[in-house]
């Protein structure tokens, strides 16, 4: 007798978790619905009085057996769930979100598939000096076969004192080398007043570190035609960075390369921290192609191949680095750009590494 009553209690207890399990669920239906209607409003997610509302008409009508501490902390994870599950579901809706496009984003700059399994490479100088500098960087660039080039023009700086770019003149001396020698041409874009301008002279549209979150410069970015090289933030989280360029797409532009270039953190090793991880993350994460700027994150010299080499293997789509004739007088991060023999070993080294691993190049 004893043992059928003890089944028949659990028997009741399986029901009363099924129909517990059934409520959680139909719940979960209703938190989707008012993330929408909050997404619509624009309201924050997290409401600290509606949660107070909530647990004030709990404790009013617990009766108990269970103590009011456990009542509690069994409705405070109930509502941590549904504040994760809108979040969630907010991720799965983004314009950039690999579930909203399971197919990579193909980015072509001057005939260069940017993000079909081929690693490309970006190099230039750091700031353009001038058109002699800038015209022997570009030629060394092209005697490689390659076809793409970075070059500040607007060179926002920690300092207001140190060199801040040749502004207009540099992108048109960078156009002409471009032209010279068949480069497609990145150069970073600081504000939106500089954009307009720029595109008579630029092939993408780089927004630097400092300016990630410079959210009208996105939006003007994400209105042109122009692709966009977006670089992580000094000290931004990789959500961070993606809702960055989900600015750009949501505007029509799904032209975007993020670029990894090393986050700030105690280490003084290293000019900044590279945060290797970001890359399968940021692939797996969204369908966008993922460059890292093996120069910045690093600052030295010493370090550019074995980063590179980290870039390729994890998966990255390509690798940005400085060049500059004789970067003892660089103008800017004189420590961090390569000199023309260096770079000659640093490219031929990287094609015999991507040969040997079996790498696309």
């Known amino acids: 007798m004893n043992h059928q009553n003890l089944e028949g209690l659990r028997d009741q207890v399986d029901e009363l978790n099924l129909e517990i399990l059934r409520l959680i669920n139909k719940r979960a239906e209703l938190v989707e619905e008012i993330g929408k209607v909050k997404e619509k409003q624009g309201v924050n997610r997290f409401d600290p009085l509606r949660e107070r509302h909530m647990l004030d008409l709990i404790t009013e009508n617990n009766q108990g057996p269970l103590p009011q501490g456990t009542v509690n902390h069994i409705f405070k994870e109930i509502f941590k769930q549904a504040l994760v599950q809108q979040q969630s579901n907010t991720k799965k809706e983004l314009l950039v979100s690999r579930k909203r496009k399971p197919e990579d984003t193909i980015v072509n700059v001057n005939g260069v598939p940017i993000g079909n399994g081929t690693p490309s490479f970006i190099f230039g100088p750091c700031a353009v000096e001038s058109f002699e500098q800038t015209e022997a960087v570009g030629a060394e660039i092209a005697k490689k076969g390659l076809k793409l080039m970075r070059g500040g023009a607007y060179k926002p700086r920690t300092s207001p004192y140190d060199f801040q770019g040749l502004g207009l003149e540099g992108l048109k001396i960078l156009k002409e080398v471009g032209q010279k020698h068949g480069l497609g041409i990145i150069s970073e874009i600081t504000t939106p007043a500089h954009l307009e301008e720029a595109l008579d002279y630029i092939d993408v549209i780089q927004i630097g570190a400092r300016n990630m979150q410079n959210f009208e410069l996105l939006k003007a970015a994400g209105q042109t035609n122009k692709p966009v090289l977006l670089k992580r933030g000094l000290a931004a989280t990789i959500d961070e960075f993606i809702h960055a360029a989900e600015y750009i797409i949501s505007k029509g532009n799904d032209q975007i390369i993020l670029c990894e270039?090393?986050?700030?953190?105690?280490?003084?090793?290293?000019?900044?921290?590279?945060?290797?991880?970001?890359?399968?993350?940021?692939?797996?994460?969204?369908?966008?192609?993922?460059?890292?700027?093996?120069?910045?994150?690093?600052?030295?010299?010493?370090?550019?191949?074995?980063?590179?080499?980290?870039?390729?293997?994890?998966?990255?789509?390509?690798?940005?680095?400085?060049?500059?004739?004789?970067?003892?007088?660089?103008?800017?991060?004189?420590?961090?750009?390569?000199?023309?023999?260096?770079?000659?070993?640093?490219?031929?080294?990287?094609?015999?590494?991507?040969?040997?691993?079996?790498?696309?190049?």
């Open 261 to 361: 270039r090393g986050i700030r953190t105690y280490e003084k090793a290293t000019r900044n921290t590279l945060d290797i991880s970001a890359v399968p993350i940021l692939k797996q994460e969204t369908h966008l192609p993922v460059f890292v700027d093996v120069t910045h994150s690093t600052g030295r010299r010493d370090l550019l191949l074995p980063c590179a080499k980290a870039a390729i293997a994890i998966g990255a789509d390509g690798v940005m680095a400085e060049v500059h004739p004789d970067p003892a007088v660089a103008l800017s991060d004189a420590q961090q750009q390569m000199d023309f023999p260096t770079f000659d070993a640093f490219y031929e080294t990287i094609q015999k590494f991507m040969k040997n691993y079996e790498i696309n190049a």
